[in-house]
């Protein structure tokens, strides 16, 4: 390979990282703050879920796009799979798709270019240098679905922590003389003290009845954005208590009970854990300093008396 071959797959490279790099800020540093998006409804701009992406993002999204081709999924259930993701993530942004699956494809070619021309890997032997290009493919392929399953894991995580104390306002609302609806809007103003995401599920909510949508199918549409089994179960008691004309403000008071007890054991189970995960750095970092630190003035000394009076005896 000559050097202008170099130089020009050096800067293919080059310009391919830095697109990864713009659209995984993007996933990370989504959208804008929830005040804004409440001055938009206010102004009457249309909101179909999401804030509005910056300029760079949809250039980077429209440069991706030819990549992520490669990587899309073809069948429908698959398509419905990731679609089902990224609501979960919370990322509704039109772009993000071009720049998730563009970033798998690009990531999948780059890591094993930066690895065949940086590594050595051609002065491997044998079935060496293909295996480790694979792996490298592979991983690169991989990491956008570990990036994206850490945003939902901690996206959902605090959904679930910040529910039941939306319960507590919903009930005092409704048992104060409120209307559901006007107990969820309200909720949903109070609760982004404690969560900006929760306030923003509930605010979707509070939109789509106010455009017309049927209280099932709002409530629906949050169990599907959210995907936790606590706010589906919530949704499934809700729609029961509506349709049987039962006590909706006994019904949500059980479930917030049941919820401060799920959660309440779900902090103990990872109290549980500490002591086990605390275990490999104790062992393998901690005492071995603990035993250089109290052995080493003991073995110093040992060394420099035992040792020659032993030779001197000899």
């Given at each position: 390979m000559d050097r202008g071959t170099s130089w020009l797959i050096l800067g293919a490279l080059f310009v391919?990282?830095?697109?990864f790099v713009?659209?995984?800020?993007?996933?990370?540093?989504r959208g804008r703050g929830m005040r804004e998006r409440l001055q938009e409804v206010?102004?009457?701009?249309?909101?179909?879920?999401?804030?509005?992406?910056?300029?760079?993002?949809?250039?980077?999204?429209?440069?991706?796009?030819?990549?992520?081709?490669?990587?899309t999924p073809k069948k429908d259930e698959e398509i419905g799979r990731v679609r089902a993701m990224f609501l979960n993530a919370g990322l509704r942004d039109e772009s993000m798709p071009a720049l998730y699956f563009g970033s798998k494809a690009v990531l999948a070619i780059?890591?094993?270019?930066?690895?065949?021309?940086?590594?050595?890997?051609r002065e491997w032997e044998g079935n060496q240098p293909m295996l480790a290009l694979l792996a490298a493919a592979a991983f690169g392929y991989y990491l956008p679905n570990?990036?994206?399953?850490?945003?939902t894991a901690r996206r959902q995580r605090e959904l679930f922590e910040a529910f039941p104390d939306a319960l507590d306002l919903m009930i005092v609302c409704v048992e104060s003389g409120i209307s559901l609806d006007a107990a969820?809007?309200?909720?949903?103003?109070?609760?982004?003290l404690r969560s900006s995401k929760l306030a923003e599920e509930l605010t979707l909510v509070g939109l789509e009845l106010r455009l017309g949508a049927s209280r099932e199918r709002a409530l629906r549409n949050l169990a599907t954005r959210t995907g936790l089994d606590e706010i589906a179960s919530f949704v499934a008691m809700m729609l029961q208590a509506d349709r049987f004309g039962t006590s909706i403000g006994d019904s949500m008071r059980v479930?917030?009970?049941s919820l401060r007890v799920r959660r309440r054991q779900r902090a103990e189970e990872q109290a549980a854990k500490i002591p086990l995960k605390m275990l490999f750095p104790l062992i393998f970092f901690i005492f071995p300093s603990l035993l250089l630190v109290l052995m080493g003035p003991a073995m110093i000394q040992i060394y420099r008396i035992l040792l020659p009076t032993m030779s001197a005896g000899g």
């Open positions: 391919a990282v830095t697109g713009y659209g995984l800020g993007g996933l990370l540093a206010s102004a009457g701009a249309a909101i179909d879920g999401a804030a509005g992406a910056p300029e760079w993002q949809g250039r980077v999204a429209r440069m991706a796009a030819p990549l992520a081709r490669f990587a780059a890591l094993p270019m930066v690895l065949l021309l940086f590594a050595g890997v570990v990036v994206l399953s850490r945003l969820i809007a309200r909720t949903a103003s109070e609760i982004s479930q917030a009970d």
